[in-house]
């Protein structure tokens, strides 16, 4: 078994501790100091240094420190970091996030950068079936295709992982099929390239301006949907949410859910569990950082009043005493006071995005509320 991992573990929190920095219980890689306002975050072997322009000579110490027992350069401002570019615009007060560079990159190798354009990655109504998987000796022939889809499936994955929330349905649905890919899949796969390609220059943008900040919901909130039974294969259903703060997109999730739900007020009634998880984390990790002011309580959205009821009235019906023990986190959250819910018109439901395939319209106006176009 490797033991890398484990060891520069042991020896960077063995420093860590060496220079008074605490390790963040809510999160094994983030370390920091309250006093000296410094956060320090580990990504595998690099170290990223956070801290306000106050606390500057705390944290040169500190790096300083960190140097002494490790093989680091002088810091400097983070502009790439694994292929995500990121610009600061101080006079505004606004980061922006984008993988631009990267998604050309791999427009190229796709020979793809020429495709024409798409408004959406997905077509409304179109389901991905096992049913249409090729036979044992039709993959045989489809090998260079299937070897084609998985490598493109993976490039994408890291996209949504980083900025391109608005793929993340259509590559959670592609991801399925990476065993024996057929000639649709290939299809949608390649209408997903022909949308990135049209939005390559889009990416997340943090406005924390005063006038930006003013216009914002204060602190954070969430939004949460799910689409029911609308896998064709398993009828499983899928569930997704979005976290923001001050309207900075910092959280998404778009996945199918491991049990059958049968209704879909059940389908809401489990995502509101999903969110109420990833609410409960944020409150652990910005409590223990000082910042707990922000999420007492956080504010979910969801756009199904049954399911909100279910939540706030712990009443047993029978269409809801199947309901497994897991699922009813987000009632004890509610009582608890961790979050609160609220109804939202299904119109400005944004995490519809990350359930189902939309329309041209619909798709647009919940896409500019997460990423907007970037200039590099």
């Given amino acids: 078994i490797p033991q890398g991992p484990r060891l520069w573990h042991g020896k960077l929190h063995g420093i860590a501790k060496d220079l008074k920095l605490v390790q963040c219980r809510s999160e094994f890689s983030l370390y920091y100091s309250l006093e000296r306002h410094l956060y320090l975050i580990v990504w595998v072997d690099d170290l990223f240094l956070f801290f306000p322009s106050q606390a500057q000579p705390g944290a040169l110490q500190l790096w300083r420190g960190l140097q002494k027992s490790l093989q680091l350069e002088d810091w400097m401002d983070i502009d790439d970091c694994l292929g995500c570019v990121i610009k600061r615009d101080r006079a505004n007060r606004t980061i922006t996030l984008s993988q631009e560079p990267a998604i050309r990159k791999l427009l190229l190798r796709l020979n793809m950068h020429e495709a024409n354009d798409v408004p959406t990655p997905m077509v409304p109504n179109v389901k991905l079936s096992k049913k249409q998987c090729p036979t044992a000796e039709e993959a045989a022939l489809m090998g260079d295709e ?69 216009a914002a919901k204060e602190g954070m909130y969430g939004y949460y949907d799910a689409s029911n039974a609308d896998c064709p294969d398993t009828l499983k259903s899928t569930l997704a949410y979005l976290f923001f703060f001050f309207n900075a997109l910092i959280s998404w999730h778009s996945k199918l859910h491991s049990v059958i739900t049968t209704s879909t007020n059940h389908s809401e009634y489990c995502a509101a569990a999903k969110a109420a998880k990833e609410a409960k984390w944020f409150e652990k990790m910005m409590t223990e950082l000082g910042f707990g002011s922000f999420v007492k309580p956080i504010d979910l959205f969801s ?55 939309l329309g041209n319209t619909d798709f647009k106006r919940h896409c500019d509320k997460l990423i907007k176009h970037t200039t590099l």
């Fill in 303 to 357: 756009d199904s009043k049954g399911s909100i009821a279910m939540t706030y009235n712990p009443v047993q019906r029978n269409a809801s005493k199947h309901i497994d023990l897991a699922d009813h986190y987000a009632r004890e959250q509610q009582e608890r006071g961790t979050i609160t819910i609220s109804y939202v018109s299904t119109r400005d439901m944004i995490a519809d995005l990350l359930t189902k395939p």
């Fill in 146 to 214: 299937q070897r084609w889809y998985r490598s493109t499936v993976a490039s994408l994955i890291y996209f949504v992982s980083w900025t391109r929330v608005d793929l993340a349905y259509c590559v959670s649905k592609a991801c399925k099929f990476m065993h024996n890919p057929g000639k649709d899949h290939i299809v949608v796969l390649k209408r997903i390239i022909r949308y990135l390609k049209a939005t390559a220059d889009r990416g997340l943008v943090y406005d924390f301006s005063p006038a930006g900040l003013k």
